[in-house]
Structure formats: structure tokens, C-alpha cells
T-cell receptor, first 114, second 115 residues
Framework: AQSVAQPEDQVNVAEGNPLTVKCTYSVSGNPYLFWYVQYPNRGLQFLLKYITGDNLVKGSYGFEAEFNKSQTSFHLKKPSALVSDSALYFCAVRPYYGNNRLAFGKGNQVVVIP | DAGVIQSPRHEVTEMGQEVTLRCKPISGHNSLFWYRQTMMRGLELLIYFNNNVPIDDSGMPEDRFSAKMPNASFSTLKIQPSEPRDSAVYFC?????????????FGEGSRLTVL
């Protein structure tokens, strides 16, 4: 079964500094990979996805993620963090073929300090 | 597009009472997912449907939980009887099976408190 690991509970970063949220995954075959963001008292919102092709994927709000097959990682990045980026971030994976069950990580709380 | 619509947004009930949560997926979507989110366990998949048929209910905690999808535009998650440990935020999500990317669209959630 597919699974995701997000090793850090919380990521603190100063406003204007680069932001990185780490994710590693396990899946049979090739993966579909996703990042979602959750603001307080809201549902999860889609940020970006990797399906195939270029390993660097660009998404909403200036976020991007890099797929690394050899390291089975899909880290989320933003060159310059904003206070409004403070939220809970989830990485998710499903297999390229087979079920459409999406496995989520436990989430990382990102705190951007003014 | 109205997005995924869940009701109620908040529910406070007493232990032993029946709770019914409702979900209207995005029109045209044919996969529907119920998730539960707690601080301790994070986001857990309870059950999902493809074309109104339950595909995987292995995440349903116990027999007190049941889910139905009588048609493509409506699903319910029922807890009977409810217990304090069921307190959580319950999310419904939908997607388009066959699109093959698995991107889910989430509702705003139903926050359940069982006293």
C-alpha cells in the first residue's frame, strides 16, 4: 500500500526566507504526487501535482516541488515565504496504475515569522 | 462551480446519539471519499466510492460507522451510537475517476463534538 512520510512536525521560517517542506513516499510502480494546503478551519486545497515529465513542478501561490525518483522524495519549496503561507501542508501519493486511493502524510505546520 | 458541499459545518451531540453527516460532491465527479481528521491521527481515509459503489471501507473504524451513496450527487456518513472518541473533523472529497490524476476536491468539513 502507498504511504507518505513528512518527517518534521513544524517548520519555522522567517518571512522572505526560502521555505522547504519535506516529503518522501512509498508506492508500487510510478507515483502520482500531490501537495495540499489547509488553512485554519478550512478544507484542504490543492497546490500542485506531479504526474510525469519535468521533475520540477510549479503550482499555486509561488510554490514548486521537485520530484526525485532515486530518493523517492517530493519536497515542496517556495523561494520567499510570506506570513500568509502559515498553514498546514500535506503531501499525498497514489499509484500511477490501480486504485485511486490517495495516501496522505501527517502534515507539516508551517509558521512564517514576520 | 459550487465545490463540494458538506453539512452540517458544526455538530455537538451527546454520547449515544445518532449523527448523520452529508455531502454533495462536485457535479460530474464520480469518486467520493470520506476522511476523518484529528490531532492525534491526522487525516484518515474512512471509505471511498466509485460510481456510487463502495470500493474500500477498510478505514471505517467499527460497525457504528456506515456510509451510503444513493446517487451521484449525495452521500451520507452515519455514526450510531456516537462516542466521545468520534469527535473530529470529517471531510468529504470528490474527484473524476478516469482523469487518472487523482486530484481531490475537498469540502470545508463537518466538525463533530460528542460530549
Amino acid at each position: 500500500a502507498q504511504s507518505v512520510a513528512q518527517p518534521e512536525d513544524q517548520v519555522n521560517v522567517a518571512e522572505g526566507n526560502p521555505l522547504t517542506v519535506k516529503c518522501t513516499y512509498s508506492v508500487s510502480g510510478n507515483p502520482y504526487l500531490f501537495w495540499y494546503v489547509q488553512y485554519p478551519n478550512r478544507g484542504l486545497q490543492f497546490l500542485l501535482k506531479y504526474i510525469t515529465g519535468d521533475n520540477l513542478v510549479k503550482g499555486s501561490y509561488g510554490f514548486e516541488a521537485e520530484f526525485n525518483k532515486s530518493q523517492t522524495s517530493f519536497h515542496l519549496k517556495k523561494p520567499s515565504a510570506l506570513v500568509s503561507d502559515s498553514a498546514l501542508y500535506f503531501c499525498a501519493v497514489r499509484p500511477y496504475y490501480g486504485n485511486n486511493r490517495l495516501a496522505f502524510g501527517k502534515g507539516n505546520q508551517v509558521v512564517v515569522i514576520p | 462551480d459550487a465545490g463540494v458541499i458538506q453539512s452540517p459545518r458544526h455538530e455537538v451531540t451527546e454520547m449515544g446519539q445518532e449523527v448523520t453527516l452529508r455531502c454533495k460532491p462536485i457535479s460530474g465527479h464520480n469518486s467520493l471519499f470520506w476522511y476523518r481528521q484529528t490531532m492525534m491521527r491526522g487525516l484518515e481515509l474512512l471509505i471511498y466510492f466509485n460510481n456510487n459503489v463502495p470500493i474500500d471501507d477498510s478505514g471505517m473504524p467499527e460497525d457504528r460507522f456506515s456510509a451510503k451513496m444513493p446517487n451521484a450527487s449525495f452521500s451520507t456518513l452515519k455514526i450510531q451510537p456516537s462516542e466521545p472518541r468520534d469527535s473530529a473533523v470529517y471531510f468529504c472529497a470528490s474527484s473524476l475517476l478516469g482523469q487518472n490524476t487523482g486530484e481531490l476536491f475537498f469540502g470545508e468539513g463537518s466538525r463533530l463534538t460528542v460530549l
